[in-house]
DNA sequence: TTTAATAATGCAAACGTTTCTATAATATAT
DNA sequence: ATATATTATAGAAACGTTTGCATTATTAAA
């Protein structure tokens, strides 16, 4: 490997001048500097970033903790922040913690070796006092797209309002009898959504019915295999329904395949509105109506947020950061 | 920060028996060991990964570079990778080129900067020179997925083969005149299908038809619309066929609901084809027939290639690694 | 017990930078 | 020409580790 020193014979000057001609920040005469460019060219110098890093205390570099960059919600949101992270000159390094408290624990402990100047965190569950014990620390860090039941910083949708907003539409439209997917409840971004659909019903003078709730609790990515065994068995169980609201745009394609599957029409006989917007949800027949969760824009907020905690040594209240969410009514409502 | 000083301090040992302790290759009597370990967990002390980074010459991080995760064949690579590097102790930066060659050269730039320990790339386009530089230079790479015009130490599929053996059962079954949606012949890997279904042809005996061969060159990441436009306009033109074999999953989708658009029925009237084998390609209406890649085994084929390659200093001849894709017939083909 | 072998520990150098301090070279004002 | 201010450069220390070498403490053998 070649380092500053070779460079700085090659140069016939002393390393401190290299460093200094390369970083820009001392004078240095353009004859010489001339001269060290041309030995950095020679020998292919590339400054080696674990020596600067040690040096200036930082790496330039942040994680990403998402349970699954298989989930197809994540891409886009990966997205927002690596391009984001590209353009002021920070790295990403990528962690799945396929929804175990565990593993979320063991990348924050390695990625904290000083390691990442911070930590962007969609968290697997309810259990938190890692993060509350890193948020203590003053280490930078911000939550995303789940919500916390502590304050911290957070870039999230209103789920909600979103919910209640859709399940809205959908008496709006008419439907009187709208089943849920409810999701693992486990995860307050889920509990919201649920209460979302309740309130909407309640609001507008209609009976929340028991039969009318589905959906098991766990969390696989095959998702869409869930909205499927719900309506299956609203069927099975010969339970009307006009509507569903699904909690994911996944659960919504399989709740649509169930409806087909037992000789129904979308959206003629039953109405269905996920959540997500995911790139394909535009794509299957009918397209879907479902709400728009700006991924990619919540990725892009999270990183400059945190970069702004990281440049500032002060230690500020944390606060929320609420994106806003969409409506988007395709063909699978009526 | 807490270093391995204010341990030593703590323990009343010097820093370089803190280290053995913890490092556990030198011996170290068992009482102070204890001392040690208790003053770690009392200040909670973390080693300084750029220090020992600096110190032995590695990071145990490798680079992902890949076009763009949100392009869905690629989450399920990652995750491969990140898998499998998790295993090893190594960590993934995850770079997206957009298909641009200065974006990929300048992420090659940056993570060599003794950053990275390897690489792994999909290159971007035909440009491939400073991929031929890396490998000169004995830098550990593997190229995946996409193969490259000079040997390369790679991971990928035979397309050729897969396109002939999908074009080869579509004839089986009946098929005469078979539209191709190509793809960017800039890439090796689309020039490869489209001589896959050639050659299917010409051995059964079946002429090329000029007119059946469609799509544009543009790389997008709503690629579905190119298949949307290349069977709608073979309709404006009003040539007739029975199969199409789409280049990529996201091509049949768009191609099948061009084929409903225009009333006719799949596979009933037309049959159609992908390759990929995305995780919601069984999930359309019907369930797409299609080529299925191996993505996260590719992912973890080509960590292992990478990491034997990090940690072998002879350099060696490199080695292609073919794996082995699957024709999966659903419900799009008759 | 004394000596030899082994185990445990400390010291200092090294990894490749950056930056502080000091000195040398040059330019500017008198 | 001399004194002063400015600019350019070198040297050395520091960042937090690991490790080779030297030293000291401990154990085993005589």
Redesign the pocket.
């Known amino acids: 490997?070649?380092?500053?020193?070779d460079?700085?014979k090659k140069a016939?000057?002393?390393?401190?001048?290299?460093?200094?001609?390369?970083?820009g920040?001392?004078?240095?005469?353009?004859?010489?500097?001339q001269k060290i460019l041309e030995a950095v060219k020679l020998l292919n110098?590339?400054?080696?970033f674990?020596?600067?890093g040690?040096?200036?205390?930082k790496t330039k570099t942040i994680g990403l903790i998402i349970p699954n960059i298989r989930n197809p919600i994540y891409p886009a949101l990966a997205r927002g922040v690596e391009d984001t992270a590209k353009k002021f000159g920070y790295s990403v390094v990528l962690c799945n913690t396929d929804e175990d408290v565990k593993a979320e624990k063991e990348y924050i402990q390695k990625l904290r070796k000083?390691w990442v100047d911070g930590l962007l965190i969609a968290p697997a569950a309810k259990e938190t006092e890692h993060i509350v014990e890193l948020q203590k620390e003053g280490f930078p860090m911000v939550i995303i797209v789940r919500n916390v039941d502590f304050l911290a910083n957070a870039v999230i949708i209103d789920n909600f309002r979103a919910a209640y907003d859709a399940v809205s539409f959908l008496i709006k439209t008419g439907h009187q009898r709208i089943a849920i997917i409810k999701g693992n409840q486990q995860l307050a971004l889920y509990r919201e959504r649920f209460r979302g659909y309740k309130q909407a019903l309640l609001d507008a003078g209609l009976p929340v019915h028991e039969e009318l709730i589905t959906g098991d609790e766990s969390d696989s990515v095959q998702w869409s295999l869930d909205g499927y065994n719900a309506v299956y068995s609203l069927f099975a169980q010969n339970i009307k329904f006009d509507a569903v609201f699904a909690t994911t745009d996944l659960r919504a394609i399989g709740a649509i395949r169930a409806i087909k599957d037992h000789g129904y029409k979308v959206p003629e006989d039953i109405s269905v509105i996920g959540f997500d917007n995911l790139e394909f949800s535009s794509l299957i027949d009918p397209p879907l109506s479902t709400v728009s969760q700006p991924l990619y824009d919540i990725g892009v907020r999270a990183v400059n947020k945190l970069l702004a905690l990281i440049n500032t040594e002060t230690m500020q209240e944390p606060t929320v950061e609420i994106m806003s969410s969409e409506l988007i009514i395709r063909r699978s409502t009526r």
Chains 1, 2 share one sequence.
């Open positions: 490997m070649v380092t500053i020193k460079v700085a016939g000057v002393s390393p401190s001048t290299v460093s200094r001609a390369l970083s920040n001392a004078s240095v005469k353009e004859s010489t500097k110098y590339r400054p080696n674990l020596a600067q040690l040096k200036e205390g000083r």
